[in-house]
């Protein structure tokens, strides 16, 4: 299994790690990555694996079918052998928006306390799909009001663990309908926003910024009807 690092710390940059394999696909696996792989709405990290002089452009970060985390090289040519040292570096700019588009969807999650349906970052910010009612569709206006209002609060974002057990027991912090925190290795991670998580708390693997200031402003760029109670929220930097 590679070691998460960006579980550490998101904001560390580059690494140096030993490849484990390349698959039959040409995708490099290593003991080690700060790269984040696709999962939970979060796109896969960009960036460049080196060795030996050579500097390969990573297109993207995924999970393959055992879950091992696969580099994927944008294009054809030399690779690293098994056993070889590399260097990465990641591509900040586009990992830095991630974690400020992320952490935003966690705001947007405490602000609208209907089931999660669905959501994804995209390159302006991101949306989540919830389960609301008609009657109950929050205002456009008030709704961005009350999320800038979180981020100019400038509340601290944490990380703690439970145990699986602990998460079957408090199955109410789970917002999301389809899709259940990864469980099995015997701990589970949440994401506290606010002293105790006081603002939201919710099991999730992605990366986060320190501190919601980071974010700063947004606006709620629209709201959709995607069925007969599914209600799509899109969030956008100002």
């Known amino acids: 299994m ?19 394999a390349i ?12 790269f984040y792989a696709a999962a939970g709405g979060q796109p896969g990290d960009k960036g460049t694996l080196a060795f030996k002089g050579n500097a390969i452009p990573i297109a993207t970060t995924v999970y393959d079918e055992e879950k ?15 056993g070889a040292d590399v260097e990465l570096a990641l591509d900040w700019a586009i990992r830095y928006r991630n974690m400020r588009a992320h952490t935003l969807m966690h705001l947007l999650c405490a602000t609208v306390p209907f089931p999660v349906t669905g959501g994804a970052i995209t390159e302006d910010g991101g949306r989540i799909d919830f389960d609301i009612p008609k ?15 979180l981020i100019a609060a400038d509340h601290p974002v944490s990380f703690r663990w439970i145990s699986d057990a602990e998460m079957e027991a408090n199955q109410s912090l789970i917002r999301t309908m389809s899709v259940k925190p990864p469980m099995g290795t ?39 009807s995607k ?12």
């Not at 985390?69 to 690293?80: I, Y």
């Not at 009657?135 to 209002?149: F, G, H, M, Y």
């Not at 939201?200 to 501190?211: I, N």
């Open 2 to 20: 590679t070691y998460l690092l960006y579980r550490d710390d998101a904001y560390r940059q580059t690494a140096d790690a030993k490849v484990i």
């Open 23 to 34: 698959n039959d696909r040409g995708g490099i696996i290593l003991d080690g990555t700060v």
């Open 68 to 82: 091992n985390v696969v580099h994927v090289p944008a294009q054809s040519g030399p690779l690293p052998d098994p």
């Open 135 to 149: 009657d109950q569709v929050p205002d456009r206006s008030e709704l961005t009001e009350k999320i800038n209002a």
């Open 186 to 224: 015997g701990r589970v991670r949440l994401v506290a926003i606010g002293p105790d998580g006081s603002v939201d708390l919710q099991p999730c693997g992605g990366t986060h910024v320190r501190s919601t200031g980071e974010i700063g402003p947004i606006t709620v760029a629209g709201i959709e």
């Open 227 to 238: 069925g007969k109670q599914n209600r799509r929220i899109r969030l956008a930097f100002a």
